[in-house]
């Protein structure tokens, strides 16, 4: 027959344990939001690529790149309005360069606040012009 301090003991460490669980889940910067949105088939060439996380991350750490099948990695700037005061903390915009239609990826590499890196890509097509 389990006591009461037993119970409660059980119960502090399965806690313990959804804690820990919790922390290790939000340990990485998840992409919650896009735009353009991955795999998205546009009828216009976007401008820049914004996304947005579910962690707030060190901007100045960032770091992205456009590949295409035309040509190979393009390093793009980090610019300078992601670091205004009202810039929202978890979300990255990036410029892109001018493009023609073609299949295109935008490949990034993020710091979370908390210290843990996340890379990931995005991945958009711009179709010729009807």
């Known amino acids: 027959m389990p006591s009461f301090m037993g119970e409660v ?5 399965i806690l313990l344990v959804l ?5 290790l889940a939000w340990g ?16 216009q060439a976007p ?7 579910n962690v707030k991350i060190e901007k100045a750490f ?8 035309k040509t190979r990695r393009k390093r793009l700037p980090i610019s300078e309005h992601n670091f205004a005061q009202d810039a929202d903390p978890a979300c990255l915009h990036i410029s892109l ?3 023609q239609p073609g299949a295109y990826q935008v490949r990034y590499k993020i710091l979370a606040t908390d210290g843990h890196t996340t890379e990931g890509v995005v991945r958009f097509a711009v179709n010729e012009p009807a």
């Not at 003991?9 to 460490?13: D, H, K, L, P």
């Open 62 to 69: 960032a770091r992205a790149s456009l590949w295409s099948t």
């Open 28 to 43: 990485h910067a998840v992409v919650v939001k896009s735009s353009p949105t991955d795999q998205a088939v546009l009828t």
């Open 19 to 23: 804690g820990i669980t919790v922390t």
């Open 97 to 99: 360069p001018p493009l």
């Open 47 to 53: 401008g820049a690529i914004t996304l947005c996380f």
């Open 9 to 13: 003991f059980s119960g502090i460490g």
